[in-house]
């Protein structure tokens, strides 16, 4: 199996200017994590800062969430998260970005993690993310100056999920507008429905609803790989 996925979560805590709290969607995490920790591979976790990583929406009667807490290594993880500096792209066959409305804050113009991406991606790695987390791919580089998006199939949280969420106004920008400003071309399903893009050895999901599948879609491709 040899290479580890590498999970990558905000640092990010606080919403706007609303005073309310965010961070990592813990489901987001969870169900991805469920699904290739039982396959059997070996799962890192990064954020923009390191430390302890800042989340929200924990239901404590899911069963990926119950699990996920459960486990005594996960949980010295996600406390203690890597900084990108401590991060060898070679070690890794995969990036993913966990969602959560902090990471519209701290996913852009991060160098470090975009060129950690890029180079997971041209070793011939896949480079997945869900939901706000899709923020994470809007600048990785990609051939011929281009961004690794431009021209691919992507989706992620929709212009109409955000006005639902009633937040279109306090995140810093339109993640589906951006997406498609920066080249992707952008596919998407009706409101919280499970959706998940995969173009080549990108994989992207709409929403919460599809963090399983992006993760059973990660899983399927590192499988075809073996």
């Given at each position: 199996m040899g290479k580890k996925i590498l999970f990558v979560v905000s640092s990010h805590d606080q919403?706007?200017?609303?005073?309310?709290?965010?961070?990592?969607?813990?489901?987001?995490?969870?169900?991805?994590?469920?699904?290739?920790?039982?396959?059997?591979?070996?799962?890192?976790f990064v954020s923009p800062k390191?430390?302890?990583?800042?989340y929200y929406g924990?239901?404590?009667?899911?069963?990926?969430?119950?699990?996920?807490?459960a486990d005594a290594a996960a949980q010295q993880q996600i406390n203690n998260t890597l900084t990108p500096a401590q991060i060898n792209p070679a070690d890794y066959d995969v990036i993913y970005y966990a969602g959560g409305h902090g990471t519209m804050w701290d996913f852009t113009h991060n160098k470090t993690l975009d060129n950690i991406a890029s180079n997971i991606y041209q070793q011939g790695g896949i480079v997945s993310a869900v939901c706000h987390g899709?923020?994470?791919?809007?600048?990785?580089?990609?051939?011929?100056?281009?961004?690794?998006i431009a021209g691919k199939?992507?989706?992620?949280?929709?212009?109409?999920?955000?006005?639902?969420?009633?937040?279109?106004?306090v995140v810093p920008f339109s993640l589906e507008d951006q997406l498609i400003a920066n080249g992707a071309i952008f596919e998407k399903s009706p409101m919280w429905q499970q959706h998940?893009?995969?173009?080549?050895?990108?994989?992207?999901?709409q929403n919460p609803?599809?963090?399983?599948?992006?993760?059973?879609?990660?899983l399927a491709a590192l499988q075809a790989k073996s």
């Open positions: 919403l706007g200017n609303t005073g309310e709290k965010t961070g990592f969607y813990y489901g987001e995490v969870t169900h991805a994590w469920e699904v290739l920790k039982a396959a059997g591979y070996d799962i890192d390191g430390g302890k990583a800042p924990l239901e404590e009667d899911d069963k990926a969430n119950q699990e996920f807490l899709v923020a994470g791919l809007l600048d990785i580089p990609g051939d011929n100056g281009q961004r690794l199939k992507i989706n992620a949280f929709t212009n109409e999920e955000e006005k639902a969420v009633e937040l279109e106004n998940v893009t995969v173009d080549g050895r990108i994989i992207s999901g609803q599809s963090a399983k599948a992006v993760g059973e879609a990660i």
